[in-house]
């Protein structure tokens, strides 16, 4: 159980529209529910905070950011509020989300997907078959690339000779 003034569950916070249209951006095209890329940058963010953005664009039309933290997030966002003890959460928040936000699309994504794509370049390295699971099924072969997509910035994977967003494949082996 949640303690009402220690913690808590649901986080919202006023950002630019800026903001919030990265978001909706990027939760369309990793195919993940908001609340999970929410808490994905909440954790993986904290570290890197980018104040100068928010000051730069005051212009910026304002919305609010809504998302619920994930059980497990909990300790770990208590944890990164005493780490910030010269903010206020709102500040706090909202500095983590730009930061994120400010970086193009393959920089989001290596942060976000760090272990899935060290696990892919070992993988194109060493020559082994993956079995990965993708939005047309699952397929298995040898990594022929992992690079950005020069149009949309994304990153993407070349297995037998066809092209696979890194966001949108599952290991399987």
Do not use: W
Not at 24 to 52: A, G, M, Q, S, V
Not at 89 to 117: A, C, G, H, Q
């Amino acid at each position: 159980m949640l303690r009402k003034y220690t913690e808590k569950s649901n986080i919202k916070v006023l950002v630019s529209k800026y903001v919030k249209e990265i978001l909706e951006e990027d939760t369309k095209h990793f195919n993940i529910p908001k609340y999970d890329l929410c808490n994905r940058i909440l954790i993986k963010f904290f570290l890197r905070t980018d104040t100068n953005f928010s000051r730069l664009t005051p212009f910026e039309e304002k919305e609010y950011l809504q998302f619920s933290l994930q059980k497990d997030n909990i300790p770990r966002y208590i944890e990164l509020k005493k780490l910030m003890k010269d903010k206020t959460e709102s500040e706090m928040i909202r500095d983590i989300f730009v930061s994120y936000t400010t970086l193009p699309p393959f920089l989001r994504e290596i942060n976000l997907f760090e272990e899935k794509i060290v696990f892919i370049m070992t993988a194109k390295k060493e020559y082994k078959r993956l079995k990965l699971y993708t939005d047309e099924g699952i397929i298995e072969g040898k990594i022929n690339s992992l690079k950005r997509n020069e149009i949309n910035n994304y990153l993407e994977v070349e297995i037998n000779s066809k092209k696979y967003y890194i966001s949108r494949v599952e290991i399987i082996n």
